[in-house]
C-alpha cells in the first residue's frame, strides 16, 4: 500500500503583523472552496490563525510563535510565550517543520515571501522533499519593498534548487510592471500575476457578516494590528484626537493587537476610557464586519489592511510606521495614483490636529466609487497552485 501524502502545505512565517499568515489563510480558504477534495494543511506560528479562518473547513498546525519588537524601524527578535529565545526557537522549528515534510509528503508547498523561511527555518524540510517530488512555489506581495532575505545569495540559490514557480499577489492595472520584472531578473522565471489576495474578499463565502449593526454602526473602523514603541506615542494623540471629534458621528471601533502584555492592554483602555463612544476590541472576524458598516477607517499601511479597505471601498487614513524596506510608503503611492484617494500620515510624527482634521475629512468623503482593482487573487493564486500540482 503505497505512503499517504498531503496534496498542499501553505507555510506563513510570523513575528509581527498578519500579513503573511493572512494571505495564506485566504488561500487556503480559496483552495478548499474550489477544490473541496485536496488536502491541506496550513502551518504557522501565528496565534491569530483561528480568528482569520473563522469557519472555513481549513486545518493548521501551530508552530511555536515568534516574538519581534520594532525600535525605530527596525525589527529584532525576542523571547515568545514559550520563553524560548530567538535563535533556539528558530532551530526547533527548523525541525519541526523538516519532520512535517517527511511526514506529509506534501505534493506542493507554498511558501509566503521567503524561500528559506524566516530564520531559514525551510531548509531542513527543502532538502527531505527532494526525495518526495515535492513542487515548490514562492508567494510574493505586490510591493516587494527592500527585504534583505528575500534578495539574499542564499534565497536565490534555494529558489533555484528547489522551487518552481512564483506566485505574484499584485495587479500590474494599479502597481505597474516594475515589481514583476525585478522578480524575474532575480529569480530567472515569470511570476503569476494572481491580482491582490484578500482575506476579506475570501471570507464572505464563508462567514455571514449581516445583520448590519443597525443604531449601532460604527462611523470609524480603527485597524492596529501591533503595537510599537512608536505606537504607544502615538495612541494618546489618538485618543485626542477622537475626543476632538466627538461622538457626533456615530460609534468608534478599535480593534488591536495586543498579544500577551496586559500593561498595554491596560494602558490602551485606560486612554479611551472617558469616551464612551470608543468601543476596544481584540482583532478577530467581527472586525470585517465593523468595516464594511463604517463612514471611514484608521489602519496601518501593511498589505493585509490596505485590500480590506480596498474591498470595503471605505475612506481611510493609513498610518505608515517608517520600517526600513519602506514598502508601505511606495505601495500607498502606487495605489494613490491609480485614484483611490488615502490619506497618510506617519506613526511618529502625526499630531492630534493633523489626525482630527484628516478624520473628519474622510468622515465626510463618499465612499470610491469606479476604482478597479483585482482583488480575487486568492482563487487566482489556487488556481494557480493546483496547475502547478499536477503538472507534468
Given at each position: 500500500?503505497?505512503?499517504?501524502h498531503?496534496?498542499?502545505?501553505?507555510?506563513?512565517?510570523?513575528?509581527?503583523?498578519?500579513?503573511?499568515?493572512?494571505?495564506?489563510?485566504?488561500?487556503?480558504?480559496?483552495?478548499?472552496?474550489?477544490?473541496?477534495?485536496?488536502k491541506?494543511?496550513?502551518?504557522?506560528?501565528?496565534?491569530?490563525?483561528?480568528?482569520?479562518?473563522?469557519?472555513?473547513p481549513?486545518?493548521?498546525?501551530?508552530?511555536?510563535?515568534?516574538?519581534?519588537?520594532?525600535?525605530?524601524g527596525?525589527?529584532?527578535?525576542?523571547?515568545?510565550?514559550?520563553?524560548?529565545?530567538?535563535?533556539?526557537?528558530?532551530?526547533?522549528r527548523?525541525?519541526?517543520?523538516?519532520?512535517?515534510?517527511?511526514?506529509?509528503?506534501?505534493?506542493?508547498?507554498?511558501?509566503?515571501?521567503?524561500p528559506?523561511?524566516?530564520?531559514?527555518?525551510?531548509?531542513?524540510?527543502?532538502?527531505?522533499?527532494?526525495?518526495?517530488?515535492?513542487?515548490?512555489?514562492?508567494?510574493?506581495?505586490?510591493?516587494?519593498?527592500?527585504?534583505?532575505?528575500?534578495?539574499?545569495?542564499?534565497?536565490?540559490?534555494?529558489?533555484?534548487?528547489?522551487?518552481?514557480?512564483?506566485?505574484?499577489?499584485?495587479?500590474?492595472?494599479?502597481?505597474?510592471?516594475?515589481?514583476?520584472?525585478?522578480?524575474?531578473?532575480?529569480?530567472?522565471?515569470?511570476?503569476?500575476?494572481?491580482?491582490?489576495?484578500?482575506?476579506?474578499?475570501?471570507?464572505?463565502?464563508?462567514?455571514?457578516?449581516?445583520?448590519p449593526?443597525?443604531?449601532?454602526?460604527?462611523?470609524?473602523?480603527?485597524?492596529?494590528?501591533?503595537?510599537?514603541?512608536?505606537?504607544?506615542?502615538f495612541?494618546?494623540?489618538?485618543?485626542?484626537?477622537?475626543?476632538?471629534?466627538?461622538?457626533?458621528?456615530?460609534n468608534?471601533?478599535?480593534?488591536?493587537?495586543?498579544?500577551?502584555?496586559?500593561?498595554?492592554?491596560?494602558?490602551?483602555?485606560?486612554?479611551?476610557?472617558?469616551?464612551?463612544?470608543?468601543?476596544?476590541?481584540?482583532?478577530g472576524?467581527?472586525?470585517?464586519?465593523?468595516?464594511?458598516?463604517?463612514?471611514?477607517?484608521?489602519?496601518?499601511?501593511?498589505?493585509?489592511?490596505?485590500?480590506?479597505?480596498?474591498?470595503?471601498?471605505?475612506?481611510?487614513?493609513?498610518?505608515?510606521r517608517g520600517?526600513?524596506d519602506?514598502?508601505?510608503?511606495?505601495?500607498?503611492?502606487r495605489?494613490?495614483?491609480?485614484?483611490?484617494?488615502f490619506?497618510?500620515l506617519?506613526?511618529?510624527?502625526?499630531?492630534?490636529?493633523?489626525?482630527?482634521?484628516?478624520?473628519e475629512?474622510?468622515?465626510?468623503?463618499?465612499?470610491?466609487?469606479?476604482?478597479s482593482?483585482?482583488?480575487?487573487?486568492?482563487?487566482?493564486?489556487?488556481?494557480?497552485?493546483?496547475?502547478?500540482?499536477?503538472?507534468?
Amino acid at each position: 500500500m503505497p505512503l499517504p501524502h498531503l496534496d498542499l502545505l501553505i507555510y506563513a512565517h510570523d513575528g509581527r503583523g498578519l500579513g503573511h499568515v493572512s494571505r495564506s489563510v485566504a488561500i487556503g480558504m480559496a483552495c478548499r472552496r474550489l477544490f473541496p477534495d485536496l488536502k491541506i494543511l496550513l502551518v504557522s506560528g501565528s496565534r491569530q490563525i483561528a480568528d482569520l479562518i473563522g469557519p472555513a473547513p481549513l486545518d493548521w498546525i501551530k508552530l511555536p510563535a515568534y516574538e519581534t519588537q520594532v525600535t525605530q524601524g527596525i525589527s529584532k527578535g525576542r523571547p515568545g510565550a514559550a520563553n524560548i529565545p530567538d535563535a533556539e526557537l528558530g532551530a526547533f522549528r527548523t525541525e519541526m517543520l523538516r519532520q512535517l515534510v517527511d511526514l506529509y509528503r506534501p505534493r506542493c508547498v507554498l511558501s509566503d515571501h521567503l524561500p528559506q523561511g524566516k530564520h531559514k527555518e525551510l531548509r531542513g524540510a527543502l532538502q527531505v522533499s527532494r526525495d518526495l517530488g515535492t513542487k515548490w512555489v514562492l508567494g510574493i506581495r505586490g510591493i516587494v519593498g527592500h527585504v534583505p532575505g528575500l534578495w539574499s545569495d542564499l534565497a536565490l540559490d534555494l529558489f533555484r534548487d528547489y522551487y518552481q514557480a512564483v506566485l505574484w499577489y499584485g495587479d500590474v492595472a494599479v502597481l505597474g510592471h516594475e515589481q514583476l520584472q525585478s522578480i524575474q531578473a532575480r529569480f530567472g522565471i515569470r511570476p503569476m500575476e494572481t491580482g491582490y489576495v484578500s482575506r476579506l474578499s475570501e471570507s464572505r463565502y464563508w462567514q455571514a457578516w449581516n445583520p448590519p449593526y443597525g443604531a449601532a454602526d460604527p462611523a470609524v473602523t480603527v485597524s492596529i494590528p501591533w503595537i510599537s514603541s512608536d505606537t504607544l506615542s502615538f495612541l494618546p494623540n489618538l485618543a485626542q484626537a477622537v475626543k476632538q471629534i466627538g461622538s457626533g458621528f456615530g460609534n468608534w471601533h478599535i480593534y488591536i493587537g495586543f498579544g500577551e502584555d496586559q500593561d498595554q492592554q491596560q494602558l490602551v483602555r485606560d486612554l479611551f476610557q472617558d469616551l464612551p463612544f470608543c468601543h476596544i476590541r481584540p482583532i478577530g472576524e467581527e472586525y470585517f464586519r465593523s468595516l464594511l458598516c463604517s463612514k471611514a477607517a484608521l489602519i496601518y499601511g501593511g498589505y493585509n489592511s490596505l485590500t480590506d479597505v480596498l474591498f470595503a471601498a471605505v475612506p481611510s487614513v493609513v498610518i505608515l510606521r517608517g520600517m526600513q524596506d519602506h514598502e508601505q510608503e511606495l505601495h500607498l503611492q502606487r495605489l494613490n495614483d491609480a485614484g483611490f484617494g488615502f490619506i497618510s500620515l506617519t506613526e511618529k510624527k502625526s499630531t492630534v490636529q493633523d489626525l482630527a482634521a484628516d478624520l473628519e475629512k474622510q468622515l465626510s468623503a463618499r465612499p470610491v466609487a469606479n476604482f478597479s482593482v483585482n482583488l480575487y487573487g486568492a482563487e487566482n493564486a489556487a488556481a494557480g497552485i493546483v496547475q502547478i500540482m499536477t503538472s507534468g
